[in-house]
């Protein structure tokens, strides 16, 4: 019995050393939309990585450094380091990424094992990309880049050297990593509404992610025979389940085990755990604000979290020393080739300000900031007093940033920078220019219809901040019809009503950057016409090429000087009052608030949710009236039919 008893017990932990010998543990760090802020913000003038406990900054890639190699020296598992997307943009450090691609260099000097591209690493057109990918390959080791579902044209000679890039194998469609004895499988994938955002990316376009994750799915699993699939998605979260494509994805898709996703800048304290296929989602905000830290087990087939966290990258953290002096050391490269031509250097002081401007989903002081640093400056290059710029207009999702005060109330070129710090220009030069063009009354009315519409069904990105005009507008009225009333400023700073109809046929000129331009021309056919605008020049004709409505910076000189947004913002602030005296310009004390220029004003009186409705207003209050009147009938031949019934029964009663 005794040799029974010490048999079974040899066997037991035979069985379990088994059981734990095929279970390994695996963790997977993770950011996403750094956005090229390298340092923490915000104001940089705050920030200090190598000094504890005296600053409220977040993010710093020299404390996310420290962070990685913390979390690898506390385990003795395998460790991966992944991003997904739009690691790019957003900064004063982008605008010599194609020169030096900085940022892969020092993913890679971090510890990153893989990204994906966004969208927003399509901001400088395929060729600009490709050529921030070839310099990163030229300078050394950079993470694996994964992007599965980008799709080249046949006839369009544009993307030529972003596919060349892709065939040599700089980026690839999924890669197979082995840790430990574990394969691990990995691809990248770029969602709708992320391609949907990317109009630069052209010709280049984008395949569903659900049918390129099954083929990646099929080829890790049954081809390489991998024991866990990652999908780095630049796809996104939504509170709204129906648009949430990383989580469709993951419920549509069987086999993808994690998703790293990325773009929609969700702050996620703990992953989605996607009942029907057991996938776990993770996002880490933005900025790199935060990162998680995802601890695994893998084993048997199964997939275990076994612990999440979402760290805070605070002053709390300690920099990395080499990271910090390499990102420094950028910084005079920056002073150098981009900011010496106009006068400024990165840590510059250009103004000062005791308020925070912040960006809202509706009318606010940064925004009303931007709108009218446009207005300002076109205007001032305007001679013709009768031509002037009367509307400026540019989208919240154009605005990345805000501006806080922090400690010193001092605002940093790098900090304003960071407010418009978007795009490229036809010249090839960053930054979004700006353009100039004419639209009739009507059709700016269209355009005010955008924030009161679109940005419900679409989010707050596509909400407009406007200079030169205030708005009211009634949001129980139908769809593409809410702007009730419209003033326009004139020469003595006077609003005055602006007649929307169509009858108008005075042509007023409105300004924006080519990016919202874009959009200007073909949100029509987004909304079935019904939000149809044609840019035109100053005689009324149609404007076929955004090109030809770029403004010169500089009518003295030979050629077209774009007039970059980011400029004419820095212009601006620089021309503010120094109240003080201190030799730093104040921002003004208008900006302290808003001014009403988009009122919400509801209202369900009939009057005000009919009048001076546009023929959607009048389709739907005729059908209404067709309803109600065939109800009305219905009940009444009804009732007519019961009361014969009734007297009927009576009579034979």
């Not at 010998?21 to 200090?48: C, F, M, R, V």
């Not at 300690?318 to 950028?330: C, F, H, L, P, R």
Request: net charge negative; hydrophobic share 40%; charged share 25%.
């Amino acid at each position: 019995m005794r040799h029974f008893f010490s048999f079974l017990l040899v066997c037991f932990a035979f069985i379990s050393s088994s059981a734990l010998a095929g279970e390994k543990s695996l963790t997977i760090i993770h950011t996403n939309d750094l956005h090229s802020h390298l340092l923490g913000h915000s104001p940089n003038k705050d920030y200090t990585p190598m000094e504890l406990g005296n600053d409220q900054t977040l993010g710093g890639w020299a404390r996310i450094a420290t962070v990685i190699e913390s979390e690898k020296k506390n385990r003795n598992n395998p460790v991966l380091v992944l991003d997904a997307g739009d690691f790019l943009m957003g900064t004063l450090f982008h605008l010599v990424s194609r020169e030096e691609a900085i940022e892969l260099g020092l993913m890679r000097e971090m510890g990153y094992d893989a990204t994906t591209l966004g969208n927003h690493e399509f901001d400088f057109r395929p060729d600009g990309l490709a050529r921030i990918l070839n310099t990163a390959d030229t300078k050394g080791k950079i993470p694996l880049i994964l992007c599965a579902n980008a799709i080249f044209s046949e006839e369009d000679a544009r993307d030529d050297s972003l596919k060349e890039v892709f065939n040599k194998g700089i980026v690839r469609p999924y890669a197979v990593l082995v840790r430990d004895g574990i394969r691990i499988g990995l691809f990248g994938l770029i969602g709708h509404d992320a391609a949907e955002k990317s109009p630069f990316a052209s010709p280049v376009k984008f395949e569903d992610i659900r049918l390129t994750a099954r083929r990646m799915v099929k080829q890790l699993k049954e081809k390489e025979k991998v024991d866990l699939v990652i999908c780095l998605s630049h796809a996104g979260l939504y509170s709204d389940k129906a648009k949430s494509e990383d989580e469709i994805l993951a419920e549509e898709v069987p086999g993808i085990d994690i998703i790293v996703s990325g773009h929609t800048h969700t702050k996620l304290p703990k992953p989605i755990v996607v009942e029907s296929t057991g996938a776990i989602i993770v996002q880490a905000w933005v900025y790199g604000k935060h990162i998680g830290v995802l601890d695994l087990t893998v084993g048997d087939g199964a997939i275990k979290l076994k612990n999440y966290k979402a760290v805070e990258i605070n002053d709390t953290i300690k920099g990395n020393a080499k990271v910090n002096d390499t990102i420094e050391s950028y910084i005079e490269v920056i002073n150098q080739k981009v900011l010496k031509e106009v006068n400024l250097t990165f840590h510059q002081t250009i103004a000062e300000t005791d308020f925070d401007l912040t960006i809202e989903a509706q009318e606010s002081n940064l925004g009303n900031m931007i709108a009218d640093a446009f207005r300002w400056h076109l205007n001032r290059l305007e001679d013709d007093r009768s031509d002037r710029v009367r509307v400026t207009i540019q989208s919240n999702g154009l605005i990345r940033s805000n501006i806080l005060k922090g400690k010193t109330s001092l605002i940093g070129v790098s900090d304003l920078f960071r407010t418009t710090p978007l795009g490229i220009g036809m010249d090839g030069s960053p930054g979004y220019p700006l353009v100039s063009f004419y639209l009739y009354a009507s059709e700016i009315k269209k355009a005010l219809e955008v924030p009161t519409t679109i940005v419900p069904l679409k989010g707050e990105n596509y909400f407009l901040q406007f200079s030169g005009i205030k708005v009211k507008y009634n949001p129980y009225r139908m769809p593409f019809d809410r702007v009730t009333e419209i003033s326009i400023e004139d020469e003595n700073g006077e609003y005055r009503p602006l007649d929307y109809s169509a009858s108008n046929k005075q042509l007023y000129r409105v300004s924006s950057n080519i990016y919202n331009a874009t959009f200007i021309k073909i949100i029509g056919s987004l909304t079935h016409n019904i939000l149809n605008m044609t840019p035109k020049d100053k005689n009324g004709n149609p404007i076929s090429e955004l090109a030809e409505a770029l403004v010169d910076a500089d009518k003295e000189k030979s050629g077209l000087q774009e007039l970059k947004e980011w400029k004419v913002l820095m212009e601006y602030v620089r021309s503010f009052k120094d109240r003080d005296g201190d030799g730093v310009p104040e921002i003004p004390e208008r900006y302290r608030g808003t001014e009403g220029r988009m009122v919400r004003d509801p209202s369900l009186n009939p009057y005000d949710l009919l009048s001076g409705g546009n023929y959607i207003t009048w389709i739907a209050f005729s059908t209404f009236i067709i309803v109600l009147a065939l109800l009305v009938l219905i009940i009444y031949v009804g009732l007519r039919v019961i009361k014969r019934i009734i007297k009927k029964s009576m009579a034979v009663s």
